[in-house]
């Protein structure tokens, strides 16, 4: 069902008022996988079922519907979750692997950085005749390189 509301808007759902975005939600969890139940619990009527309103279950391959977890909003973040935590369609170790790579191409990018700054450093000074002078990248100080002297930091 494509609903064109407005947040906070009601639809009738046999016979029911239900929140167009809650509703939105649930088709697309139900969409998203077809074992999984939305279920709207009053936790003043179904004491030790649930303390929050919703409740996401899953009907298991022996045929019975148990908890997956529980929600205090039907929103996109319950989607989220549930697409995050579903290990069937998202490898973990890959995701893991693939933001490791991700750190250690970074490191590599900036120690090649820190080296190539280096070696221009050394290029200039064996070069110079009397004063070289560069900025610290790290601490923005200027360093005056001396032939017949120590370096001097400012």
Known sequence: ???????GEFVDVNGMKVEADALRVAEAIKAYDPNLEVLCVDPSRAEGVSEAPFVIAEYCKDGILRPVFQ???LDNSVLERIKLADGNKIDLNTRI??????IYNERDRRYQEKREESKDIVKHIAGMKSKYSVRDSNTGELVTFYDDRPATRV
């Open 71 to 73: 929600c205090w909003a």
């Open 97 to 102: 692997e693939d933001a490791r790579k991700i």
């Open 1 to 7: 069902m494509n609903l064109q509301t407005k947040p």
